[in-house]
């Protein structure tokens, strides 16, 4: 289906730059010569699937000699459409990787919130004043859908007006306030990862389910209420259900839908579908990125079933990189991924680190895209993009350019699904481990906080604690204030093009690019954007220096 006249003007008011807005105008050109015989639509489908824990190296495409699981749904995205090589997340964590995703604002600028229990019974993470994806795409006319992995935290009802846990939860009444209060139409959810209760889906705010039960599943083993009828293994099935239930109805509409499906694998529980078990080379770890792989082949087939695949722009990704403490065993065991390694297979590519850590191994993900008759099959990008720049991509593309305090962290690449001479336009981007923030400049890479930015049981080596210790000793003292902490015994500064393996620390080398680096991404934290605009204040001041030791003053 042509996009026609009314999605060409939409296209040519927000595009930016000199080049992209030439091709505008030659795309209006054509529009206008053909009219006559391309229908009007407001644009394409968008189907968005995000993946759990899912590492670069889990894909074939991507983690080519690192990875022995076989992918052919994802590697079939990258040979249909564009691979992104560089594409990161902006927390290597789940919550605020998907709040950023969401919002198109750094997670970093958001007060922390929880108005609930431990797990999936976590309050509302932002407002639902704040423009999301969802009402994004509402605002320009498509009818939006989310299934899946919510994680965004919701407000349930309780039973005496108590925050909201195992034992307050009415189960029986609905939601106070969820994802269908965030701009989706239509939602079929989980709460949380499949590893944390309720165990119980919740579709369009109420309670699937007798929720009566109390389960827990392997890996930490977290006891909690749950569906009589829950089962771990059974998911990603119902998932893929649900989505070809949304799809299967869009296409009776006349509008264009956006679904946004996240998936539960490979995060732990380790809980393939039966069909999968013993399936991969390396045991029950590559069942499940498999069964994941598939979920990816049965949307695309759902579209195709109903005539929409040639009108739908698909994008993979995942929320950041794997947990090392996933692997052959159903326990969550630290550093158990290595095991794999015996058999050719590194869930975090050639890269270094895990989740929650600021290393790559932990913030860049597999990304591809698809779009019949825009996006040129076979491509590969190494453009720096990121999760965050969702929202601006999707403005663009439906011509519903945010306002100017929404989105104020999201950079659009659609130029780089569209046009193989595009150069992108994202030049920097913070993100976080859970113990230090990340800063790229091009090829260049600030670690703010010596180790691996991550600490306690699951953190990548060395943990910070240890890394803080070795950083004092080599100081000299103790610092006098955080000033002090800017010098290269405190910090890391990578050049990737050369040193993809964040092995060689060149911050006692290049003094004055480590100064500049530093000043540059204090100016993000204050301006409250990263795109061009007003500047605008953060809900919490972010600090430079993310989580210091006590032992450190």
Same mark, same amino acid.
């Given at each position: 289906?042509?996009?026609?006249?009314?999605?060409?003007?939409?296209?040519?008011?927000?595009?930016?730059?000199?080049?992209?807005?030439?091709?505008?105008?030659?795309?209006?050109?054509?529009?206008?010569?053909?009219?006559?015989?391309?229908?009007?639509?407001?644009?394409?489908?968008? +189907?968005?699937?995000?993946? &759990?824990?899912?590492?670069?190296?889990?894909?074939?495409?991507?983690?080519?000699?690192?990875?022995?699981?076989?992918?052919?749904?994802?590697? $079939?995205?990258?040979?249909?459409?564009?691979?992104?090589?560089?594409?990161?997340?902006?927390?290597?964590?789940?919550?605020?990787?998907?709040?950023?995703?969401?919002?198109?604002?750094?997670?970093?600028?958001?007060?922390? $919130?929880?108005?609930?229990?431990?797990?999936?019974?976590?309050?509302? $993470?932002?407002?639902?004043?704040?423009?999301?994806?969802?009402?994004?795409?509402?605002?320009?006319?498509? /009818?939006?859908?989310?299934?899946?992995?919510?994680?965004?935290?919701?407000?349930?009802?309780?039973?005496?007006?108590?925050?909201?846990?195992?034992?307050?939860?009415?189960?029986?009444?609905?939601?106070?306030?969820?994802?269908?209060?965030?701009?989706?139409?239509?939602?079929?959810?989980?709460?949380?990862?499949?590893?944390?209760?309720?165990?119980?889906?919740?579709?369009?705010?109420?309670?699937?389910?007798?929720?009566?039960? %109390?389960?827990?599943?392997?890996?930490?083993?977290?006891?909690?209420?749950?569906?009589?009828?829950?089962?771990?293994?059974?998911?990603?099935?119902?998932?893929?259900?649900?989505?070809?239930?949304?799809?299967?109805?869009?296409?009776? %509409?006349?509008?264009?839908?956006?679904?946004?499906?996240?998936?539960?694998?490979?995060?732990?529980?380790?809980?393939?579908?039966?069909?999968?078990?013993?399936?991969?080379?390396?045991?029950?770890?590559?069942?499940?990125?498999?069964?994941?792989?598939?979920?990816?082949?049965?949307?695309? %087939?759902?579209?195709?079933?109903?005539?929409?695949?040639?009108?739908?722009?698909?994008?993979?990704?995942?929320?950041?990189?794997?947990?090392?403490?996933?692997?052959?065993?159903?326990?969550?065991?630290?550093?158990?991924?290595?095991?794999?390694?015996? &058999?050719?297979?590194?869930?975090?590519?050639?890269?270094?680190?895990?989740?929650?850590?600021?290393? %790559?191994?932990?913030?860049?993900?597999?990304?591809?895209?698809?779009?019949?008759?825009?996006?040129?099959?076979?491509?590969?990008?190494?453009?720096?993009?990121?999760?965050?720049?969702?929202?601006?991509?999707? /403005?663009?593309?439906?011509?519903?350019?945010?306002?100017?305090?929404?989105?104020?962290?999201?950079?659009?690449?659609?130029?780089?699904?569209?046009?193989?001479?595009?150069?992108? +336009?994202?030049?920097?981007?913070?993100?976080?481990?859970?113990?230090?923030?990340?800063?790229?400049?091009?090829?260049?890479?600030?670690?703010?906080?010596?180790?691996?930015?991550?600490?306690?049981?699951?953190?990548?080596?060395?943990?910070?604690?240890?890394?803080?210790?070795?950083?004092?000793?080599?100081?000299?003292?103790?610092?006098?204030?955080?000033?002090?902490?800017?010098?290269?015994?405190?910090?890391?500064?990578?050049?990737?093009?050369?040193?993809?393996?964040?092995?060689?620390?060149?911050?006692?080398?290049?003094?004055?690019?480590?100064? /500049?680096?530093?000043?540059?991404?204090?100016?993000?934290?204050?301006?409250?954007?990263?795109?061009?605009?007003?500047?605008?204040?953060?809900?919490?001041?972010?600090?430079?220096?993310?989580? +210091?030791?006590?032992?450190?003053?």
């Amino acid at each position: 289906m042509g996009y026609g006249l009314a999605f060409a003007l939409k296209k040519v008011s927000v595009w930016k730059h000199s080049a992209h807005m030439f091709r505008s105008v030659l795309f209006l050109s054509v529009a206008l010569l053909t009219l006559a015989s391309a229908p009007l639509s407001a644009g394409p489908n968008v +189907v968005f699937i995000l993946a &759990d824990d899912l590492g670069y190296g889990d894909i074939e495409s991507f983690g080519s000699e690192f990875c022995n699981i076989d992918t052919p749904h994802f590697d $079939q995205l990258c040979a249909d459409g564009i691979k992104f090589t560089d594409a990161h997340v902006t927390d290597s964590v789940c919550i605020p990787s998907r709040v950023s995703i969401m919002t198109g604002r750094y997670a970093l600028r958001f007060n922390s $919130q929880n108005s609930g229990g431990p797990w999936a019974f976590l309050g509302p $993470q932002f407002s639902p004043d704040r423009l999301t994806l969802g009402d994004l795409m509402k605002r320009a006319g498509y /009818a939006t859908g989310y299934v899946g992995k919510w994680h965004l935290g919701t407000e349930m009802t309780t039973r005496n007006g108590e925050v909201q846990n195992a034992e307050t939860v009415d189960f029986t009444r609905p939601l106070k306030l969820g994802p269908n209060d965030y701009g989706f139409d239509e939602t079929f959810i989980l709460p949380g990862s499949l590893d944390m209760p309720p165990y119980a889906f919740i579709k369009n705010g109420m309670w699937k389910g007798s929720v009566t039960a %109390e389960k827990g599943w392997s890996a930490f083993n977290r006891l909690g209420p749950a569906a009589e009828d829950f089962v771990d293994h059974e998911v990603l099935g119902e998932f893929c259900r649900e989505a070809d239930r949304f799809i299967s109805e869009q296409a009776k %509409e006349d509008e264009p839908f956006f679904l946004f499906v996240g998936l539960t694998a490979p995060h732990t529980p380790t809980s393939p579908e039966p069909e999968f078990l013993g399936k991969s080379r390396i045991g029950i770890y590559g069942d499940f990125v498999m069964n994941a792989d598939a979920c990816i082949g049965r949307i695309r %087939e759902s579209l195709r079933s109903h005539g929409l695949d040639d009108d739908t722009l698909i994008m993979v990704t995942s929320d950041h990189g794997p947990g090392h403490y996933s692997g052959r065993k159903h326990e969550a065991t630290a550093f158990q991924a290595e095991e794999m390694h015996e &058999d050719g297979h590194h869930a975090n590519g050639p890269w270094r680190g895990y989740k929650f850590s600021a290393l %790559e191994g932990g913030q860049r993900v597999p990304f591809a895209a698809v779009w019949p008759g825009v996006i040129a099959p076979g491509r590969v990008s190494d453009a720096l993009i990121s999760t965050v720049d969702l929202m601006a991509t999707l /403005a663009e593309l439906t011509g519903e350019a945010p306002a100017d305090n929404e989105g104020p962290d999201s950079i659009s690449f659609l130029g780089l699904l569209e046009d193989p001479e595009f150069e992108g +336009v994202r030049e920097s981007l913070v993100a976080r481990g859970s113990r230090a923030h990340s800063y790229r400049e091009g090829e260049w890479k600030l670690i703010v906080g010596p180790g691996s930015g991550s600490n306690g049981l699951f953190a990548s080596r060395p943990d910070s604690n240890t890394a803080w210790k070795n950083a004092l000793e080599s100081y000299g003292g103790k610092p006098g204030g955080l000033e002090d902490l800017k010098v290269a015994e405190f910090v890391q500064l990578y050049h990737l093009a050369v040193d993809p393996e964040e092995s060689n620390d060149l911050s006692s080398r290049e003094p004055e690019r480590l100064k /500049a680096m530093m000043e540059a991404l204090e100016k993000v934290f204050e301006a409250g954007r990263s795109r061009p605009g007003t500047a605008l204040p953060n809900d919490a001041e972010p600090e430079l220096f993310r989580a +210091v030791p006590k032992f450190v003053w």
